[in-house]
C-alpha cells in the first residue's frame, strides 16, 4: 500500500482542472482497503472517494486523502430462466459493465449506455438516464464501514434512492466505502423506450428494436451526439439537476411560459409524488446561456445542462459560472437550480 503525497490530481477529474491531493491511496483488493483503513494518514485526515472523477468539481486543493476505488470484477452471482444477477466490483468503469450485460442479452441498464464514472460511484448519485435509473434494477450494495472497517450489505430499500441521490449522498456521506454493486437484470425483453428524445430518435432514423443493443447503440447515439468528449473539452456531463415542482406551481408557471416544457414522473418516490419535473436545460436555455462562453469556460453549444473547460479554467471560475447560471434562471423563472455534482 503505497500512500503519495502532494498528488495531482487533474488527470484525475473529467473537467480537468488543477488541484492536489495532500495525501492519495490507490485501492486494487479488499485487503488494500482494510489496510488503508487503519493507516494514521487515513484517520486523521478527511476523506474523498474517487471513482472516474466524472462527477466532481474541485475548487481548490484537497488537503485530505484522496482513495481511488481500482477493484475490478464482473461476475454472475446467480441465474434463472427468467433473470441474472450480476456483481461489479467497484473500481469496473459503468460503461464495462453496461457493456457485459448487453452483449449477454440482458435487459435493464442498456438506458445507461455511455454515463461516464466507475460502477461505485452509481449507487451514491443514483445515476438516471432515458427513462431508467440504477434503483431499477439494483439488488445490493456491499460497502466497508469507515469506522468499524466492517463489511455490510445495503438492500435497494435500505440505499433510500431519490432523484440524483441516496442515502450515502446524505445521512451516510463519507461514512462508507462502496466496494461492490450487485444488480437484477431480466433475461427476458423489458425494453424502456418511453423518454421523448429516445423515441424521436427512433422513429426518425426507422430503427425497429430487436435486442438490448439495438438500445443501447441508440442511446450511445444520442449522448455521443450532444456531450463533449472530456478527453476533448473538460466536463462532467449533467451539470445540474432538473427541476421539480408541483402541480399548482407548473399552473402558475405555464400562464407566464405557455411554451415550458414539462414531464410527469411515476409516482414511486415519496419525495417525488405529486410533482413534474421540468427540464433545466431548457430553463438555462431561455436565459440565453446555450453557448455562451466566458473566458476560459462556458456552457455548451449542444446541450445546455453541460458546463465546459476550454482549456485552462479553475474550478472557481466553473463554479463562479454555475453560480451566475443559478441566479439568471431564479431571476426569471423563481425556479431554484442545484448542481448534481459534488463540488469540493
Wanted: proline fraction near 3%; aromatic fraction near 10%; charged fraction near 30%.
Amino acid at each position: 500500500m503505497e500512500i503519495k503525497k502532494n498528488f495531482d490530481l487533474k488527470k484525475y477529474n473529467t473537467f480537468g482542472v488543477e488541484a492536489k491531493a495532500g495525501f492519495f491511496a490507490e485501492i486494487n483488493s479488499e485487503q488494500d482497503l482494510i489496510e488503508l483503513l487503519n493507516l494514521p494518514e487515513f484517520k486523521e485526515n478527511e476523506k474523498l472517494f474517487l471513482g472516474g472523477g466524472s462527477n466532481v468539481l474541485f475548487t481548490k486543493d484537497f488537503d485530505g486523502i484522496v482513495i481511488l476505488n481500482k477493484l475490478k470484477g464482473i461476475e454472475i452471482i446467480k441465474e434463472s430462466e427468467d433473470f441474472v444477477l450480476v456483481k461489479s466490483m467497484g473500481g469496473e468503469w459503468w460503461k464495462d459493465l453496461v457493456n457485459f450485460a448487453v452483449e449477454r442479452g440482458y435487459w435493464g441498464i442498456e438506458n445507461l449506455s455511455l454515463v461516464p464514472g466507475t460502477v461505485g460511484a452509481t449507487p451514491v448519485q443514483n445515476i438516471g438516464a432515458y427513462g431508467v435509473e440504477l434503483k431499477d434494477t439494483l439488488e445490493q450494495v456491499e460497502a466497508y464501514e469507515i469506522k468499524t472497517v466492517s463489511k455490510k450489505i445495503f438492500t435497494n430499500k435500505e440505499c433510500e434512492f431519490g432523484y440524483r441521490d441516496s442515502v450515502f449522498k446524505n445521512k451516510l456521506k463519507g461514512q462508507y466505502f462502496i466496494s461492490a454493486v450487485v444488480l437484477r437484470l431480466s433475461k427476458k425483453e423489458s425494453k424502456n423506450i418511453r423518454y421523448k428524445a429516445l423515441q424521436e430518435y427512433l422513429d426518425k432514423n426507422k430503427i425497429e428494436i430487436k435486442n438490448v443493443k439495438d438500445i443501447s447503440n441508440a442511446v450511445a447515439e444520442i449522448r455521443r451526439s450532444k456531450l463533449p468528449d472530456p478527453k476533448v473539452l473538460g466536463n462532467a456531463g449533467s451539470f445540474f439537476k432538473n427541476v421539480f415542482v408541483d402541480f399548482k406551481k407548473l399552473e402558475e408557471l405555464k400562464k407566464k411560459f405557455p411554451d415550458m416544457p414539462y414531464f410527469e414522473e411515476p409516482a414511486d418516490a415519496k419525495a417525488m409524488a405529486g410533482e413534474v419535473k421540468i427540464p433545466a436545460g431548457w430553463l438555462i436555455e431561455k436565459c440565453d446561456w446555450k453557448g455562451k462562453r466566458v473566458g476560459n469556460v462556458g456552457v455548451h453549444e449542444k446541450q445546455a445542462l453541460v458546463l465546459v473547460n476550454y482549456g485552462r479554467a479553475t474550478g472557481e471560475e466553473i463554479k463562479n459560472l454555475s453560480e451566475r447560471i443559478i441566479d439568471s434562471v431564479y431571476q426569471k423563472f423563481g425556479l431554484k437550480l442545484t448542481p448534481e455534482i459534488n463540488l469540493i
